[in-house]
Structures are given as structure tokens and as C-alpha cells.
């Protein structure tokens, strides 16, 4: 009688101890569940703000710096709002738009911009009164080098202004862009000038800083890349 007793005293031991150790396991597993399913749902959040805000193409105005950018899927959309309707058939890749001879000679219909140094800018093209000057294209920037988009989408940023004329190093410049908008500062490798416009990079706002010299194009700002903070455009 007291083996019997024995037994089951150790058999009731055996299956309370069984008991708690798979609570134990299944409040680990639920636990383990819950952590990672939490974390999961933060990356998802931080990678679909990234990719809300910089894979679109998008197009703001210098002559009302206020106005928020207003953007678009593709790149054709985009090309055609800052052109003002100009140019509707730009390829809705960057990439490809970027390589097409055609496209870029529709974005610079005038050829080189004629550089002309301060001292003789007498000679040069008299700007264009007030109400002749109707804004158009005169700048587009890329997140990447060589005029791509960013790791989640090709977004570009294009500005319309007053039209450049054919001189460099005019006083005051033509046009300037003081702080980059929100997004873009210190997070652009490229740009590319329209309508004959060049376009100086300078590291920090206002003006300040490293800067690069006067080019209608860069492929790669170098040391520069993703430190740009403001720009002037002749």
C-alpha cells in the first residue's frame, strides 16, 4: 500500500512539474512572438516613410520659395509641370532620360551657356524686363550620383524660376536657393541644369562652406555628396 502511495505521490509530482514547465514554454513563446512581431512592424514604418518621401519626382518653384513642392509617380509628370507643358514626353525613367541626347537637348535648347567674366559683362545679353520673365525649368537634383534615384525609388527634385541669361558671375546672382527644402538637405549626389543655367554647391546654408565651381551638370558632387546645403544658380 505505501509502494502505491509512493507512486502516485511521485507521479502527481511529475505531471505538476510537467505542467509548469509548458506554461513556462508557452508563455516564452508568446512572449518571443510578440517582441518580434513588434519589431517587424517598426521597420516596416521607418522603411515605408523613407520610401513615401523620396520615390516620387517632384517640382517647386523659386519665384514663391513658401509653396510646398508638389510631386508626382514619374518623372514624364514631373518634366511636364516644370516645363510648364514643354516637354510631355521625358522618359518616366531618370536613368533613361538622362541618356536620351534628345530629352537633353529639349532641357538646354540653347546649347552651352556662354561664360562671360564680370569685367566685360557689358558685352552680354541684357536680362529680360520684369514681366517678360516667365519662369521655366532650371534645375533638377538627383538623391544619387550619376542622375539616379534613391535605394527605394528615383526621386528627383526639379525647380522652376526666372530663366538664367548667358553670363557667369553676374552680382547679384540670378538666382539662389539660401537652405535646401525639407528632405534634400545634405541628401542629394547629382544635378543638372536647364534652360542654360550653371548651378554652384555649397556645404552649408547660405552660402557658407566647401563649394564646387559653377557647372551645368555634375554626375557626382565628390566630396560634397550628401553635404550640400545651398546653391546658387547664374
Known amino acids: 500500500m505505501r509502494t502505491r502511495l509512493q507512486i502516485m505521490l511521485l507521479a502527481s509530482v511529475a505531471i505538476v512539474t510537467f505542467g509548469s514547465l509548458a506554461s513556462e514554454a508557452e508563455t516564452i513563446t508568446t512572449t518571443t512572438t510578440t517582441v518580434t512581431t513588434t519589431t517587424s512592424g517598426s521597420e516596416n514604418q521607418v522603411r515605408a516613410s523613407t520610401v513615401a518621401n523620396k520615390n516620387r519626382h517632384c517640382v517647386m518653384s523659386l519665384s514663391q520659395p513658401d509653396n510646398l513642392p508638389v510631386c508626382f509617380d514619374t518623372f514624364t509628370e ?18 533613361q532620360a538622362m541618356r536620351s541626347q534628345a530629352f537633353l537637348n529639349k532641357m538646354n535648347p540653347s546649347g552651352t551657356k556662354k561664360i562671360v567674366d564680370i569685367k566685360d559683362k557689358g558685352a552680354s545679353t541684357p536680362p529680360a524686363s520684369s514681366n517678360e520673365r516667365i519662369d521655366v525649368h532650371v534645375l533638377t537634383i538627383w538623391c544619387d550620383n550619376n542622375f539616379t534615384g534613391c535605394t527605394f525609388g528615383d526621386g528627383s527634385l526639379s525647380f522652376s524660376g526666372p530663366p538664367c541669361d548667358d553670363t557667369l558671375f553676374t552680382e547679384p546672382p540670378e538666382k539662389t536657393i539660401p537652405s535646401m527644402p525639407s528632405g534634400w538637405n545634405d541628401d542629394f549626389e547629382s544635378f543638372a541644369g536647364a534652360n542654360e543655367c550653371f548651378a554652384q554647391v555649397f556645404e552649408h546654408t547660405n552660402f557658407i562652406g566647401a563649394s564646387l565651381p559653377f557647372a551645368s551638370r555634375r554626375g557626382d558632387l565628390g566630396v560634397l555628396n550628401d553635404q550640400v546645403s545651398s546653391i546658387i544658380l547664374q
Open 78 to 95: 514631373a518634366m511636364a509641370t516644370v516645363t510648364k507643358g514643354k516637354i510631355t514626353d521625358a522618359p518616366a525613367d531618370v536613368r
